[in-house]
């Protein structure tokens, strides 16, 4: 590993620190949130042995910050004259106004930032167990996860993936969550655990409403689109519907190319469908905003009318456009959807942007085939 030796030292030196000097020494009196960003700008440097002492700090700092007010929080309400008040945070509150404690106010002052009243519930004893949540810093935990990243670590990078998503789940946000199962089911495929690296994408795509709902209405929908789609062709499709599902994209793509890849052909033109359309109807969307009163109705003109804007290639570029198309059509291809296979083989092999998919498409076209199975992809 090519810092190994680096990032052993200064974790060594580090937990030394820990033991000799106290932590306003150890961080200069900084706030947590400077530390992490501190951090960042040393991985983004690749300087990641003090990315990494950044980040361990950071998640000190706000530990220590949070178990302190916790502490004084808790020795406020044991005094007699507020134990009498009972559990309500109304009653401390005016309590307070006649006998005013900046600490205790500023306590719960931050704690009204993080929390709404329905999470506080007027209840002392629930913000003793809220500070438990803050004193959790899974932005941190992942952090040092992408280090370890990195450095080629990847089980080590696993571990604190799955650490910082157990802590995100508690303290919430559902596009970080997100975030850090993409990076958990990289690290899976790294280290060929496929079963796991399925589960974690299946898990993904399981907050698509439009795949996973199980109202009337969504299921009709998700039956009708793939009808239309195999009956009446990719122009017809593309008018009718679209998904803006950006968080799920990615874990449908690559489980239509795993799928593809390992033979389930029905499973990866279920996937490679959603990201198709998710796919398309962002980029429908962006070009009308650049075209006043354009509407779809021709997939190979709006493919003409992407490369006109840099943002919108670079978007085709990020989520592998032409290798999804490429796919799509060869999943329905394996499975005897010919007629909507050749078609989106025929617009790539016109494309002469993407080299690589043209000339496998001309090649699809001249002699069709199917890719040979491969369990370890």
Do not use: C
Request: aromatic share 14%; hydrophobic share 35%.
């Amino acid at each position: 590993m090519k810092y190994r030796g680096v990032i052993l030292f200064v974790v060594s030196t580090l937990f030394i620190n820990i033991t000799v000097l106290p932590l306003s020494a150890q961080t200069n009196g900084e706030p947590y949130w400077l530390l992490l960003e501190r951090g960042k700008q040393y991985y983004r440097s690749k300087t990641y042995g003090k990315a990494l002492i950044a980040f361990e700090d950071a998640k000190r700092t706000r530990n220590e910050l949070y178990l302190r007010m916790q502490k004084d929080f808790i020795e406020f309400l044991s005094a007699d004259e507020v134990r009498v008040l009972g559990d309500s945070i109304n009653k401390i509150s005016l309590y307070l106004k006649d006998r005013p404690n900046k600490r205790i106010s500023d306590i719960l002052s931050e704690i009204h930032y993080h929390f709404p009243e329905s999470i506080i519930q007027d209840s002392a004893q629930k913000i003793i167990s809220l500070f438990d949540i803050l004193r959790l810093y899974p932005e941190a935990e992942y952090w040092i996860g992408e280090v370890y990243r990195e450095e080629g670590e990847a089980a080590i990078a696993l571990q604190q993936y799955m650490r910082a998503l157990s802590q995100q789940h508690i303290v919430g946000n559902e596009e970080f969550t997100t975030q850090i199962q993409y990076k958990i089911a990289d690290m899976y495929h790294i280290l060929g655990n496929y079963p796991q690296y399925e589960k974690t994408l299946i898990e993904i795509v399981s907050k698509d409403s439009l795949w996973n709902g199980d109202s009337r209405s969504e299921s009709f929908m998700r039956t009708a689109m793939f009808r239309t789609l195999i009956d009446d062709g990719v122009n017809r499709f593309l008018t009718l519907y679209r998904h803006e599902d950006t968080q799920a994209e990615r874990a449908h793509r690559i489980l239509g190319f795993y799928y593809y890849a390992t033979g389930r052909y029905d499973k990866s033109i279920e996937h490679l469908t959603y990201a198709f359309l998710i796919q398309n109807s962002m980029l429908i969307k962006e070009y009308q905003l650049r075209e006043y009163g354009f509407v779809f109705n021709d997939y190979l003109d709006l493919i003409h009318r992407l490369v006109r804007f840099s943002d919108l290639e670079t978007y085709i570029q990020d989520v592998d456009y032409y290798k999804t198309n490429y796919y799509l059509a060869a999943a329905l291809y394996a499975t005897g959807r010919r007629s909507t296979a050749m078609y989106l083989w025929t617009v790539l092999s016109k494309n002469t942007r993407t080299s690589e998919w043209q000339k496998r498409s001309q090649m699809q076209l001249k002699n069709p085939y199917i890719e040979p199975i491969n369990e370890r992809p």
